[in-house]
Structure formats: structure tokens, C-alpha cells
């Protein structure tokens, strides 16, 4: 019989862990159940070892082998892991927080011994020395000896106050015992109970317990508010600092880290569409390196200048500024050229990504309260070039120009210069706003004429200002004539008070171009006849022909004119008055007409672009062309960041002037003050009128005393009248003075009047 085959496959338990592999791994030939009958297997015996002649299976592989296919299964693994997206920004969020964290507790750490120490004394003395200023670095350790003997007095004064303190506390102490015990006498007598002497101590020892038992509940609570307020500290201490590693902070989406090397400007200028450009950087056997000047660190930028090759003009570079600009990774206004005395060479100044948008930081009018001014020998600081240098402006018999659209910082960068002017107490000023919204309303009591309002009266007055300022001018040319022939220098001429600098400011000027206000008369015969246009941009406009008068003549006998005007057009602006200027100045405009107008042809060709500037994201940047500002050799325009100066320093500064000018007088104020009966004047105008608008007994009164009452505008009556308690007041909407108020406030300052001499004569 033939052995049954459930007994055959009993190999697996008898043959070597090894051998068992080689045989699932590489199987014998099947065979026929008939052979095996015939040969039948031997007896399986249990741990049989192989033959020392048995050669090994083939895919025998030894322990370690296995072990190390492990490992670096978990090597790749730990790689996959380590290289995965969210892995890395895992991690980069990990080590940004941290960073900020651990930067932050050191920018905190940093500001706190600045604040306790002599830190930053030092480190300003030192910046003062290397910078060669000797009386910056005296006045930098006077401070930090200042600083010294003040903290030593304070740490003596709470060493001293300590042994007080605790004899304080502890008199206040028995002071409240006594009052306790005191009150529970008085308990105790009332309530016949003795121990209600000691009533009221324990009521204020349960309470101190019940305050003890509320702290230690809070105390954990706010512990950790309070740990959670310090580490938020810390954290937006140097999340603002930027204090994490670069490579963990976020992608700001900018293209700060591209610096501007030889090869990116040459495929910049490659690329710019010009074939002849192209094909002469092709043939060019040094990479076109030649072309280049070297690349120079210019502030917040760098500035290269390049030459051309034969057949390529400079206009056709200036004219394709933007693409020029977007090849370089930059904006088209992180992009300025200019045109070098070279010839065939473009001067390029490029900007960090994103350092235009960063501020300035304030005007030295506002941090310095000791800076002072000399119009004569001194320049203005006006704000910093692109290059982040100072930009100083001489105003020394200079007329002036700035316009640009509306809304971007006109008034603002006029009134600095003015601000600064102020500070020479030997400045004159004669003002018309004529926007009028008090945005010159610091030069009270520092011009001597203030004009503020957008009406055809006000252009009058503005006009009538212009013309007394052509008078005055006749009057110092007359002058200088006869110290001339009596042998006065020049020098000792402008050195006499009687040319003292008079600047004549008109804001707004567009209003007084565009005004149609005219003379009127009244003839013989009873007709009205019309004269000359106050305004106007014609021929025949009073306005422009004073204007026109003191740019002719004005600047020799130190009468000048500063204009600020709105959307530069021929309507606006007259070509005779804009081309009568020394430094003209333009904020953004709309056209590249418009900024010819505004800065002229020759600055344009040279590179100049108002029009070029962003609305609204580049305010208070000008592009400035004339001889007041340093310029580079050949170059037509430099383009200024302006400090901006706040309504409420403005006024600060306009103190200090007024302080310095202490005994200078402005014209007419002092006989105002002792002729001019204010009440008097208003009562008057008002007539027999119950009320009447506050904007007409205005007018009234300029037409009453125009000397007096023309420049004023409606804060001026308010504040006038108000010590009478007379003040315009709401009615139906308008602002009205009251009569009736007005008379009782005569009346009443008559009664006082009366008892103040009857008080003398007693």
C-alpha cells in the first residue's frame, strides 16, 4: 500500500530555518505521487544539522544583513519626514514663534538696561566723535553725568525713605488698633457686653483672612494672565524686530533678496526692446561689463551709470523707464534716471524693494527745539534725497513755485519752508491762503498779513497784498539807489533793517488766476464802470501784473514770492508768472505736459518725472529743479522726500519763533490793539438788525477798515467777541451775532468801566 500524503509534507518541522527558506524560495520540480511510494522519505529527526559538506542556500543572508536593511528603512523614512512640506513649515513656524520669543526677551532685556544705564549716552558720544562733532559729544556726556548724579540721587532717596515707610506703617497700624479698640468701647457701653471691645479687631482680622483666602484663590489665575500678558510682550517685541532667522520667516512676496549685480542690468538694458542696444551688447566681447560704470551703495539703493553704444540715444532709454524698471525686479518708482554730464550715458538709481514706502522720519524743526535759522547764510532742511542725504534748500532771493495735484502734500511742504524761515527773526511775511482752512493759522502774530479764504474778496485782499508788496519794492530800489551814490556797499545795504527779506506766500494761487473779481467804479454820469480784473491769468489781471513786477525786480532788494498752485496748466498758472521763478517744484501730476509746466523743459529732458510719481502713495515727494538745491554736476533735478510737520508742531515750532522774534511787532498790531474798539465795530455793522450772519458782518467790517478787518477769517471774530460773551452763535442752521447779545456786552463793559473808576477815584 502507499503511504497516505498527509503524512509527506513534514519537512518544515524537521529541516533547518535556512534550508526552509531556500526551499519556499526556490522550489523543487513537482513529482508524482507514484515515485514517492517508491521512494519513500527518510524519518524526520528533529534539529537535524546539515552536512559540513552541504553546500548553503543560495539567498541565506546573516542577521546583521537584516538589521541594517532596518535601519535604513528608518533612515528614509526620517529623511521623507524631515523633507515633506509640512514638515519644514512645522518646523518653520516652531523656530519662528520661538525666535521671536527668545529675540523679543533679549529687545526687551536691551531696552531696559538702555533705560537704567548710560548706554545710549555712549553710543550717541561715540557716533558724535566719529562723526568729527566735538560740541555733539560734550553736550552727549554732560547728559550721560546728568543722568548719573540724578539715579544716585533717587537710589539715596529710597534708602532714606525706607526707615520711614516702616515707621509709617506701623504708627498707621497702631492708629487703626486704636481706632478698632476705640469703636468697640463704644460698643461695649451701648450693648452692656464686654466682649464687644474686641469685636471690631476680629471683624478686621476675619476680613484680612476673607482677603488672604480671596488672593490665594486669584493668585494662580493671575499668575498666569500675567505670564501669558509677558510672553505676548515678548513676543510682539520680536515679531516687530524681526528677530527670527530669515529662513523661517514668511515669504513677504517682495523681491528684497534679488540684488542688482553687472549681469542683471545688462540683460535689464538687453531685454529692453531697443535692437540696436541689443545687438551691440551681443557683439560686445566683455559680456557688455564695459558699459557699466561701477555699481555704487546710494542710500536706501544702488546707482550705476551707463554708457551707450554708438547708434542708441539716451530718450530711448528715459522713455522706456517702466520695463527698464520691471527687468530689474523693481517698481516703476524705485526707478530713477538721470542724464550725467558724460556724453551717451544714463545715470540709474535703483531702490530696495520697498524702501520708498518706509518714512523719513520727523523734520530737526520738530526734534531740535534749540535749531534756528539765517535766511541768508543758511539752507532749510527740507527733507532727504533718494539717496537718504539731507536736503538743504537756500531761500536767500529766491521766488519759489510748488504745485502738483491736489491732496499730496503742497501746503505741507510750502509751510515747512516757511516754519523754518520763521526762526530769522529778520523774515517778513505777508500770507494769503486762499484755500482757508486754517492750514496757516501758526502765522498769526508772526506775518504781518494773514489772509485766509477762497472768496473774490479774499483774491482782492490777496491782490491788494501782491500790489502793497510791488510798492515796497519801488520804495527799496529808490533807497538802495541813493546808499548806492552815497557810497554804501552792497553788504552793509542788505545788512540795514529796511531790507529785511519780505516773502510774499500765496497758497492756492490757483484761485487768484482763475478769479473773475473786478474793479468796479461808479462814473459822472451814474453808470457802473468796470476796471481792471483783480484776478486772471490774462495780461490785464492786477494780480499777475504784481506778481510778474517782483519777479522782474523783487529779488535784489530782498522781496520775493512763493506760490502753490494746483494742476499746472496755462489757465492756472500763467507762463510768464512759472518761469519767473529760481526753484520750482512739483509734486505728482497727471500729465507729462503738466510736469513741463511745473518743472520746465530742460528738467524734463534731464530725466525729471512728476508725472511719473504714485497719487496718494508718494505724498509730500517732490521732484525740484533750480539753483537752490545742490544738484550733481550736469544734472537738472533731484527728486526730495519732504519731512512732514502736524498741524500741532507746526504750532510749537510757531511759538519758538514767536519767542525769538520777542520786541519785533508786527505791522499794525499795536495800534489795533490800542484804537480799534472791536464791539463798537460789530454794533455798528449790525445797524438795526436783530441778528445777521457772522460771514457778512465779516464782510462788513472789511469794508468798514480794511487795514484791520480784511485778513480776518471767522475764527478771528469768534475769538474777538467771545471774551463779551458776544460770540456768533447757531440760528436756522447759520452762524448768527445776536444784537441784542453785543449791546449787553457794551453795556456791561460800560458798568465796568464806570466801577473800575470809581474804585481809582476812592
Not at 206 to 231: K, N, S
Not at 294 to 316: K, M, N, Q, Y
Not at 357 to 364: A, E, K, V
Not at 387 to 405: F, P, V
Request: proline fraction near 6%; glycine fraction near 8%; aromatic fraction near 4%.
Amino acid at each position: 500500500m502507499t503511504q497516505p500524503l498527509a503524512e509527506e509534507p513534514q519537512m518544515g518541522s524537521v529541516h533547518h530555518l535556512d534550508e526552509h527558506r531556500a526551499t519556499r524560495t526556490a522550489a523543487p520540480p513537482p513529482t508524482s505521487l507514484l515515485k514517492a511510494t517508491t521512494a519513500p522519505v527518510p524519518a524526520p529527526v528533529a534539529d537535524t544539522v546539515p552536512e559540513p559538506s552541504q553546500p548553503p542556500a543560495v539567498d541565506a543572508e546573516p542577521p546583521s544583513a537584516g538589521r541594517a536593511r532596518r535601519v535604513r528603512r528608518v533612515v528614509r523614512g526620517a529623511r521623507r519626514l524631515a523633507t515633506h512640506d509640512r514638515a519644514r513649515s512645522a518646523v518653520g513656524v516652531v523656530v519662528r514663534h520661538g525666535g521671536y520669543f527668545v529675540g523679543g526677551a533679549g529687545v526687551v532685556a536691551k531696552r531696559g538696561w538702555e533705560g537704567r544705564t548710560v548706554a545710549v549716552h555712549h553710543r550717541m558720544r561715540a557716533m558724535a566723535l566719529a562723526a568729527g562733532d566735538h560740541a555733539a559729544a560734550a553736550e552727549w556726556q554732560d547728559r550721560a553725568d546728568r543722568f548719573r548724579r540724578e539715579r544716585h540721587d533717587r537710589r539715596i532717596e529710597l534708602i532714606h525713605k525706607v526707615p520711614t515707610m516702616a515707621k509709617s506703617a506701623a504708627i498707621g497700624t497702631a492708629a487703626a488698633e486704636g481706632v478698632l479698640l476705640l469703636v468697640g468701647i463704644c460698643m461695649a457701653i451701648h450693648d452692656r457686653e464686654l466682649h464687644d471691645v474686641v469685636a471690631p479687631t476680629l471683624a478686621a482680622i476675619d476680613a484680612v483672612r476673607a482677603l488672604c483666602w480671596f488672593v490665594g484663590i486669584a493668585w494662580g489665575p493671575a499668575l498666569g494672565l500675567a505670564l501669558v500678558a509677558g510672553l505676548s510682550h515678548l513676543w510682539r517685541a520680536g515679531h516687530k524686530n524681526e528677530t527670527a532667522p530669515a529662513w523661517a520667516r514668511p515669504a513677504s512676496g517682495t523681491v528684497d533678496d534679488i540684488p542688482i549685480t553687472p549681469s542683471i542690468v545688462v540683460k535689464a538694458l538687453s531685454d529692453l526692446g531697443v535692437p540696436a542696444l541689443k545687438k551691440a551688447i551681443k557683439e560686445m566681447a566683455d559680456g557688455a561689463a564695459g558699459m557699466l560704470g561701477p555699481i555704487r551703495l546710494a542710500g536706501c539703493g544702488i546707482e550705476v551709470d551707463v554708457t551707450l553704444p554708438s547708434g542708441v540715444s539716451t530718450e530711448e532709454i528715459l522713455g522706456k523707464r517702466r520695463k527698464l524698471a520691471e527687468n530689474l525686479n523693481r517698481h516703476e518708482h524705485e526707478l530713477h534716471m538721470t542724464i550725467p554730464p558724460a556724453p551717451r550715458t544714463v545715470r540709474m538709481w535703483v531702490a530696495d524693494s520697498g524702501a520708498l514706502d518706509q518714512p523719513i522720519g520727523p523734520s530737526p524743526l520738530v526734534t531740535d527745539a534749540d535749531l534756528t535759522a539765517d535766511m541768508r547764510k543758511s539752507r532749510a532742511p527740507w527733507g532727504q534725497d533718494l539717496r537718504g542725504d539731507a536736503a538743504l534748500i537756500s531761500l536767500w532771493q529766491r521766488h519759489m513755485l510748488i504745485t502738483g495735484l491736489s491732496n499730496q502734500g503742497k501746503t505741507a511742504s510750502l509751510r515747512a519752508l516757511a516754519l523754518w524761515l520763521a526762526l530769522d527773526p529778520r523774515v517778513k511775511f505777508r500770507i494769503a491762503d486762499l484755500k482757508g482752512v486754517g492750514d496757516w493759522s501758526m502765522f498769526r502774530q508772526l506775518a504781518e498779513v494773514l489772509i485766509e479764504g477762497p472768496t473774490d474778496e479774499h483774491v482782492i485782499a490777496a491782490t491788494e497784498m501782491a500790489e502793497e508788496g510791488v510798492e515796497e519794492m519801488g520804495r527799496r530800489i529808490a533807497l538802495m539807489n541813493e546808499l548806492t551814490r552815497k557810497g554804501w556797499s552792497q553788504d552793509k545795504i542788505l545788512a540795514d533793517p529796511r531790507f529785511d527779506p519780505l516773502v510774499l506766500i500765496v497758497d492756492e494761487a490757483q484761485v487768484a488766476y482763475g478769479s473773475g473779481a473786478r474793479e468796479t467804479y461808479v462814473a459822472e454820469n451814474g453808470t457802473v464802470k468796470y476796471g481792471a480784473p483783480y484776478g486772471g491769468s490774462k495780461a490785464d489781471s492786477r494780480y499777475f501784473q504784481a506778481i510778474k513786477k517782483i519777479h522782474d525786480q523783487g529779488r535784489v532788494v530782498n522781496v520775493t514770492t512763493w506760490e502753490g498752485t494746483q494742476d499746472p496748466t496755462n489757465e492756472n498758472l500763467p507762463k510768464r508768472s512759472r518761469e519767473g521763478n529760481h526753484i520750482r517744484a512739483s509734486l505728482v501730476v497727471g500729465t507729462e505736459s503738466q510736469a513741463e509746466m511745473a518743472v520746465g523743459a530742460q528738467a524734463l529732458a534731464g530725466g525729471a518725472a512728476p508725472h511719473k510719481l504714485r497719487q496718494g502713495l508718494d505724498k509730500g515727494t517732490l521732484v525740484v529743479a533750480g539753483d537752490g538745491i545742490k544738484l550733481a554736476p550736469g544734472q537738472s533735478s533731484v527728486t526730495v522726500r519732504t519731512h512732514f510737520i502736524d498741524i500741532d508742531p507746526a504750532k510749537e515750532i510757531a511759538e519758538r519763533a514767536k519767542a525769538l522774534r520777542a520786541g519785533v511787532q508786527p505791522r499794525g498790531e499795536e495800534e489795533t490793539a490800542q484804537e480799534v474798539d472791536h464791539l463798537a465795530d460789530v454794533l455798528a455793522v449790525l445797524g438795526t438788525a436783530e441778528r445777521m450772519k457772522s460771514d457778512e458782518v465779516r464782510q462788513r467790517l472789511a469794508e468798514r477798515n480794511p487795514a484791520v478787518y480784511r485778513p480776518w477769517s471767522a475764527s478771528d471774530l469768534t475769538q474777538a467777541l467771545k471774551p463779551f460773551g458776544a460770540e456768533p452763535r447757531k440760528y436756522n442752521g447759520n452762524q448768527t451775532i445776536s444784537r441784542a447779545r453785543v449791546v449787553a456786552a457794551v453795556e456791561t463793559r460800560a458798568e465796568e468801566v464806570e466801577d473800575a473808576d470809581e474804585i481809582d477815584a476812592v
